[in-house]
């Protein structure tokens, strides 16, 4: 049998042009899609969700979040995806599916979803404006600030939206898309962000 | 019209998509063929405070059982479907 190897590619590796885009001499948004990262979907059983949260705080010494928000616990984040629900997004290998399967076993099923979601993270003056093109959710700083988290729609696709840390005193907003609607969404993105100027880049680091 | 998710907050109509009649129940399986029956065609055409199912599928994927009035859109409650959670209902 002929020997195959998988080769790991971005969803977005064909689309992503690194460089400047839209209207020249503005940089009102920036757009960097993060690469090679673990995801980690997690999802309390039935009557378990006691047993889940214990096992939850005790593995990231954080709180599960139980309502839509993004919890920072060092070396992950937790976002909250639904009801009973979190994904887990680490770098590293340090909370990939073998390495949760024990922490949750019992209490909650793991889905491993590294490979089937493309994190695009938005920032700039004029992400806010961007994002509005796309997105019905309301982010103004007094409603979404750092750590705010939304399971919502774009563009007729299921994302989940969360606000990370700001970045050089600005707000980046992390876009977690299925992978194969990523192209879609990022051709969409670009559409809405030309008019303001675009930087565009990838990051094996996540923001 | 937009719909608060008890999970999510207020959202969009374009996340949600409508199932339908929230009351009938299914009858027991020695209940007879026009119980049956009842349950599966027939429906109330109700215009005014309506109990229906609606799915989250843009946002958090929980079912919901929403209460609106058929004639002016007004919501009046918005709750879990049983199960939908599980620390929440049906636990």
Same mark, same amino acid.
């Given at each position: 049998?002929?020997?195959?190897?998988?080769?790991?590619?971005?969803?977005?590796?064909?689309?992503?042009?690194?460089?400047?885009?839209?209207?020249?001499?503005?940089?009102?948004?920036?757009?960097?899609?993060?690469?090679?990262?673990?995801?980690?979907?997690?999802?309390?059983?039935?009557?378990?969700?006691?047993?889940?949260?214990?096992?939850?705080?005790?593995?990231?010494?954080?709180?599960?979040?139980?309502?839509?928000?993004?919890?920072?616990?060092?070396? &992950?984040?937790?976002?909250?995806?639904?009801?009973?629900?979190?994904?887990?997004?680490?770098?590293?290998?340090?909370?990939?599916?073998?390495?949760?399967?024990?922490?949750?076993?019992?209490? &909650?099923?793991?889905?491993?979803?590294?490979?089937?979601?493309?994190?695009?993270?938005? %920032? #700039?003056?004029?992400?806010?404006?961007?994002?509005?093109?796309? %997105?019905?959710?309301?982010?103004?700083?007094? !409603?979404?600030?750092?750590?705010?988290?939304?399971?919502? %729609?774009?563009?007729?696709?299921?994302?989940?939206?969360?606000? #990370?840390?700001?970045?050089? &005193?600005?707000?980046?907003?992390?876009?977690? !898309?299925? &992978?194969?609607?990523?192209?879609?969404?990022?051709?969409?993105?670009?559409? %809405?962000?030309?008019?303001? #100027?675009?930087?565009?880049?990838?990051?094996?680091?996540? !923001? | 019209?937009?719909?608060?998710?008890?999970?999510?907050?207020?959202?969009?109509? *374009?996340?949600?998509?409508?199932?339908?009649?929230?009351?009938?129940?299914?009858?027991?399986?020695?209940?007879?063929?026009?119980?049956? /029956?009842?349950?599966?065609?027939?429906?109330?055409?109700?215009?005014?405070?309506?109990?229906?199912?609606? /799915?989250?599928?843009? *946002?958090?994927?929980?079912?919901?059982?929403?209460?609106?009035?058929?004639?002016?859109?007004?919501?009046?409650?918005?709750?879990?479907?049983?199960?939908?959670?599980?620390?929440?209902?049906?636990?």
């Amino acid at each position: 049998m002929a020997e195959f190897s998988w080769d790991i590619r971005s969803p977005l590796d064909r689309a992503l042009v690194a460089g400047p885009y839209g209207a020249r001499g503005e940089d009102g948004v920036t757009l960097i899609e993060i690469r090679n990262f673990d995801l980690v979907q997690v999802m309390t059983r039935r009557g378990a969700a006691g047993e889940m949260a214990k096992a939850a705080q005790a593995r990231f010494g954080v709180a599960a979040p139980e309502t839509p928000k993004a919890v920072s616990a060092g070396d &992950a984040t937790l976002i909250w995806s639904g009801p009973d629900q979190f994904l887990v997004l680490s770098k590293g290998g340090r909370h990939t599916m073998e390495a949760l399967a024990p922490v949750f076993a019992g209490s &909650a099923s793991l889905s491993d979803q590294s490979h089937a979601r493309a994190l695009i993270s938005v %920032s #700039g003056d004029k992400a806010r404006a961007m994002l509005a093109k796309l %997105s019905s959710i309301d982010l103004h700083p007094d !409603v979404f600030g750092v750590g705010a988290a939304a399971a919502t %729609s774009m563009d007729h696709t299921s994302v989940t939206l969360w606000r #990370g840390k700001d970045r050089n &005193a600005q707000a980046v907003f992390n876009v977690l !898309v299925f &992978a194969t609607f990523a192209e879609s969404l990022w051709h969409t993105m670009l559409d %809405s962000a030309a008019e303001y #100027g675009v930087t565009i880049s990838h990051s094996e680091d996540l !923001v | 019209m937009r719909i608060v998710c008890p999970f999510c907050g207020e959202r969009e109509l *374009g996340e949600f998509t409508y199932l339908g009649d929230a009351k009938p129940q299914r009858p027991a399986a020695d209940a007879g063929e026009d119980a049956i /029956y009842d349950y599966v065609y027939l429906r109330d055409n109700i215009a005014g405070p309506m109990s229906e199912h609606w /799915y989250h599928g843009g *946002g958090c994927r929980a079912w919901l059982k929403v209460t609106r009035n058929t004639l002016t859109h007004e919501i009046s409650s918005v709750e879990p479907a049983a199960g939908a959670g599980a620390a929440k209902v049906g636990a």
